[in-house]
């Protein structure tokens, strides 16, 4: 049973950083793409970024490319995701996602993803 923990969110002034973290089990870590997605209040999940196999495989959407940085660590089974530059457009509830971007449909039933956790960017 896939089983995916996020944690490190919070709340942040415009401009500041935050780390979040992903521990996952139940399934092979080392052989799967991960990915993050998120959710705003109202509107429908966003892909953010996914890591494949290899460490420097790594894609972003384009609203975050260039600030937010994804990384995994296999003998952990961890996955984070590093927010810098942070906007108030950045404020959602993110989701530490098995897969790639095409499991959108999956991400979107609940299945395959954590519960998230909330990030908030103030003025």
């Known amino acids: 049973q896939v089983q995916l923990v996020e944690s490190g969110g919070g709340l942040v002034q415009t401009g500041g950083s935050l780390t979040l973290s992903c521990k996952a089990s139940?399934?092979?870590?080392?052989?799967?793409?991960m990915s993050w997605v998120r959710q705003a209040p109202g509107k429908d999940l966003e892909w953010v970024s996914t890591?494949?196999?290899?460490?420097?495989?790594?894609t972003y959407s384009d609203d975050v490319k260039g600030r937010f940085l994804i990384s995994r660590d296999n003998a952990k089974n961890m996955v984070s995701l590093q927010l810098n530059s942070l906007t108030p457009e950045d404020s959602a509830h993110y989701f530490c996602?098995?897969?790639?971007?095409?499991?959108?449909?999956?991400?979107?039933?609940?299945?395959?993803r954590g519960q998230g956790t909330q990030v908030t960017v103030s003025t």
């Open positions: 139940g399934f092979t870590f080392e052989s799967s793409a």
């Open positions: 890591i494949y196999l290899r460490l420097d495989d790594t």
């Open positions: 996602a098995r897969g790639t971007k095409s499991w959108m449909g999956r991400w979107k039933m609940g299945d395959e």
